[in-house]
């Protein structure tokens, strides 16, 4: 990571547990750097907010659900822990709850872009 002296401290800051990360990817760093900033490019965020203002919850259900299993997956443990949330509300059909959700997971999810841009390619 070229933004900070300290990566693992850096990613910590973005909510991201690099020592969790490392051990579920058999400390593969290259693997996990890879994965991680194809994120960027992941669109589920994106068409969580477009299913919830159309009043979709099915399709917003899917779509958080799709989003909670790729970033826990990648050890973004703030994104992940509200995204459960949002896929709870979303599973019990509580639409508004979701959308109420909505702000703390756009924050969440800026301060994990922010950390990721920073990745060296």
């Given amino acids: 990571m070229s933004t900070a002296n300290n990566p693992v401290e850096a990613l910590a800051k973005g909510g991201i547990d690099y020592a969790e990360a490392m051990d579920r990817f058999g400390g593969n760093e290259a693997l996990y750097r890879r994965l991680a900033v194809k994120f960027l490019d992941d669109r589920h965020f994106e068409a969580l907010e477009k299913a919830l203002e159309s009043g ?5 259900f899917r779509e958080a659900h799709s989003l909670k299993g790729i970033v826990g997956n990648l050890s973004f443990t703030d994104l992940y822990r509200i995204s459960c949330h ?3 509300a979303l599973r019990d059909g509580n639409i508004v709850a979701a959308q109420e959700i909505m702000a703390p ?10 950390v990721l ?3 060296s390619a």
């Fill in 56 to 60: 979709d919850a099915a399709q917003a």
């Fill in 86 to 88: 949002i896929s709870d």
């Fill in 105 to 114: 997971l756009r924050e969440a999810r800026v301060s994990v872009v922010e």
């Fill in 117 to 119: 841009e920073g990745f």
